[in-house]
């Protein structure tokens, strides 16, 4: 007898819940999805099955926990905070709550949108005010969140201001700082290469950038065979067969942890004291944490935590200095020449992060919209973003919790991420930035 075919077509939400049980499920992992958040680590002790765990954290209900307390996961170092932290004086409140805009085909409210996408803080500054601060869920003023891959954007600055002082050579092979790279794609590569994620590499596929990386660190489950430490997954990359030698781009995480190897191998000094001594001791209230692997090394892609208002103190902080006329400072010669205008626009759009980014180049660890304000901005994986528009004196950084273990390519020129519901997407955030922008004067 033939049987037709059955078509089932999943929700867009049950898909993503799908990938990341498929993920897990490869990994050695075992996904479970029934347990009520609000019991997550509750109890003297808590029950088992609320129990944040390297094995469960990077899935709901566990990451909403994981995300604010990922000292209590993992080693972290400390990055030192200012002697006098920078102002964030009260401004004109609003109340951008009922702010509406279109997300995917229906139209909804800033109140709404950082509910669906799992926000767990979110601060607006103008001319370096707040105007609209909250919190949601367990997560508090003052509690360091996990900033993810916004975390490069500090690792780019650091390389900025080697640049600017003549100690790194942009057009120089990676591997003349780190010989232990020579023969990888991130060694023979430039560093700007590096820092422009225009690396032709190739991770294996049982080690992908992300789930490798996060192993290598510590913070995921390692199964037999994959690398140790950070340093060892640099190691494992090799060349795309084939590729022709054209420009490209690829985002991944061996760029970065490259290159902040190169910086601690110039300056002698760790990723954490660099950031405690050139960036964070000038204007943070609180100290940040920094995940850290085995022999101490950072997770210079992703490990930083830090508060909410010490994130806004940071995008602040980077917005004062591209308007800075102080030309001996480091930080702010670091900031104008590391965040001057980029033209890679058209390898962005043939990249695996075009969706949503029409017009964006990439510089530093940094996005570009090329808006006519110097717009730029700063991403990481569960939905936190810092976005700093210069013109307008406007900050807004977003810190949140949006479950994501989607499948990251392994090879460079592999083609477009999977689709994000649309409410995590960045055509969304982009909505609600135009939102927040009419309803703020200029």
């Known amino acids: 007898m033939n049987i037709p075919p059955i078509s089932i077509i999943v929700p867009a939400p049950c898909k993503r819940v799908a990938a990341a049980c498929l993920l897990l499920t490869t990994l050695g992992l075992q996904p479970a999805f029934a347990v009520d958040g609000a019991g997550v680590m509750q109890g003297f002790p808590p029950a088992a099955e609320q129990r944040v765990t390297k094995a469960n954290a990077f899935r709901m209900p566990y990451l909403r926990w994981a995300v604010s307390h990922a000292r209590e996961l993992s ?3 400390n990055v030192a905070r200012a002697e006098s932290p920078l102002a964030l004086p009260g401004g004109e409140s609003r109340d951008l709550s009922i702010l509406a805009f279109p997300v995917g085909k229906q139209s909804m409210t800033l109140a709404r949108y950082l509910n669906e996408t799992d926000t767990d803080g979110f601060l607006v500054l103008h001319k370096g005010e707040v105007v609209y601060e909250r919190y949601f869920e367990r997560f508090s003023a003052g509690q360091p969140h996990i900033w993810a891959s916004m975390t490069k954007s500090v690792t780019g600055l650091l390389a900025a201001q080697l640049v600017s002082e003549g100690r790194l050579d942009p057009q120089a092979r990676l591997s003349r700082y780190v010989p232990e790279l020579a023969g990888t794609p991130f060694g023979d590569a430039s560093v ?5 994620m225009e690396v032709a590499v190739s991770y294996p596929s049982d080690v992908p950038p992300d789930i490798g990386l996060f192993a290598a660190t510590g913070i995921f489950p390692r199964k037999p065979g994959m690398p140790g430490t950070i340093y060892d997954f640099l190691k494992v990359v090799r060349s795309v067969p084939g590729q022709s030698g054209e ?3 690829f985002y991944q995480n061996g760029s970065p942890e490259a290159v902040a190897w190169a910086i601690s191998r110039i300056t002698g000094q760790s990723w954490s004291s660099l950031v405690s001594e050139r960036i964070w001791s000038r204007f943070a209230a609180d100290d940040a944490d920094m995940l850290v692997d085995e022999q101490g090394i950072e997770m210079a892609s992703g490990g ?5 208002r010490d994130t806004g103190r940071f995008a602040e902080a980077v917005r004062l200095a591209l308007a800075s006329e102080d030309r001996q400072d480091s930080f702010v010669r670091a900031v104008q020449s590391g965040l001057a205008p980029h033209d890679n626009r058209a390898l962005v759009a043939a990249s695996g992060k075009a969706r949503g980014r029409d017009g964006y180049s990439y510089r530093n660890y940094w996005y570009q919209k090329n808006d006519g304000d110097g717009s730029v901005e700063a991403a990481g994986r569960f939905g936190q973003k810092i976005y ?5 004196e406007l900050v807004i950084v977003k810190l949140a919790s949006a479950a994501d273990m989607q499948p990251r390519a392994t090879q460079a020129g592999a083609g ?3 689709a994000l519901r649309p409410s995590d997407s960045q055509e969304a955030f982009n909505a609600m930035v135009s939102a927040v922008l009419k309803a703020i004067p200029g």
């Not at 700007?192 to 422009?196: A, E, G, T």
């Not at 700093?388 to 307008?392: D, G, K, L, M």
Request: no cysteine; charged share 10%.
């Open 75 to 77: 080693p972290t170092r």
């Open 304 to 308: 930083l935590s830090s508060s909410l």
């Open 192 to 196: 700007q290469q590096n820092l422009d």
């Open 388 to 392: 700093i528009n210069p013109a307008r």
């Open 416 to 418: 477009a991420a999977p």
């Open 247 to 249: 420009p490209l781009f």
